[in-house]
């Protein structure tokens, strides 16, 4: 079955950076883009970005741009999203989610998601 | 604050009809699709509606959605205890160039 499994949490100091990683299974990785949205402790959803596993585009919420980067890779059909000169307010679950096309818009399978948390 | 507005609350009793609003804009409701997500506390969000009134395979047919213009709707008939979780609606948004999500609704069965 289609699966995306997400590393595990990650304890970050203020200004350091993250690396969480979404290993995906039971489909084409290339045929879907992966996009990655997180959650503040008892907050709503925030989409971040997605990036296209079959030519590297990406499109990133402007809040985020030059500070996160997304990657693939096709070899171990893996995503991988890092954000650097983390803050306080950066602490969140993370999930990365595949997006089902420009169709529907929909983000139809999720990973169980990675907690982040920034503290000093 | 989000552009795509929902009540933060709502509430039935078993076997009742509920509704869920998600108000937005030309910018993102009224020119995309909008999808609906169910987050159990705890748990990832699920897709439970897609493409505006589109159900996953495995959503009961209890869950329907609609959009007219700005504005969609979910709807759940005949409420189990087992529909109690956040919902969230989603739409792109051109003037942003970014996915909008509701601020969610927090469903309880009564």
């Known amino acids: 079955q289609v699966q995306m499994v997400q590393s595990g949490a990650e304890l970050k100091k203020p200004g350091a950076s993250v690396k969480v990683s979404c290993k995906t299974s039971?489909?084409?990785?290339?045929?879907?883009?992966i996009t990655w949205v997180r959650q503040a402790p008892g907050q709503g959803l925030e989409w971040l970005a997605w990036?296209?596993?079959?030519?590297?585009?990406?499109n990133f919420a402007q809040k985020f741009q030059g500070r996160l980067t997304l990657t693939t890779d096709t070899s171990t059909n893996t995503a991988y999203m890092e954000l650097r000169s983390l803050r306080s307010d950066d602490t969140a679950v993370y999930y990365c989610?595949?997006?089902?096309?420009?169709?529907?818009?929909?983000?139809?399978?999720w990973g169980q998601g990675t907690m982040v948390t920034v503290s000093s | 604050q989000s552009v795509v507005t929902q009540p933060p609350s709502a509430s039935g009793t078993p076997g009742q009809r509920v509704t869920i609003s998600c108000s937005g804009s030309?910018?993102?409701?009224?020119?995309?699709?909008v999808n609906w997500y169910q987050q159990i506390p705890g748990t990832a969000p699920k897709l439970l509606m897609s493409?505006?009134?589109q159900r996953p395979s495995g959503v009961p047919d209890r869950f329907s959605g609609s959009k007219s213009g700005t504005s969609a709707s979910l709807a759940i008939t005949d409420l189990q205890s087992e529909d109690e979780a956040d919902y969230y609606c989603?739409?792109?948004?051109?003037?942003?160039?970014?996915?909008?999500f509701g601020g969610g609704t927090k469903l309880t069965v009564l």
């Open positions: 493409g505006n009134n």
């Open positions: 990036i296209s596993p079959d030519n590297g585009n990406t």
């Open positions: 989603a739409a792109w948004d051109d003037s942003l160039n970014a996915m909008v």
């Open positions: 989610a595949r997006f089902t096309g420009a169709s529907d818009y929909g983000f139809d399978i």
């Open positions: 030309s910018f993102n409701i009224g020119s995309y699709p």
């Open positions: 039971g489909y084409t990785f290339t045929n879907y883009h």
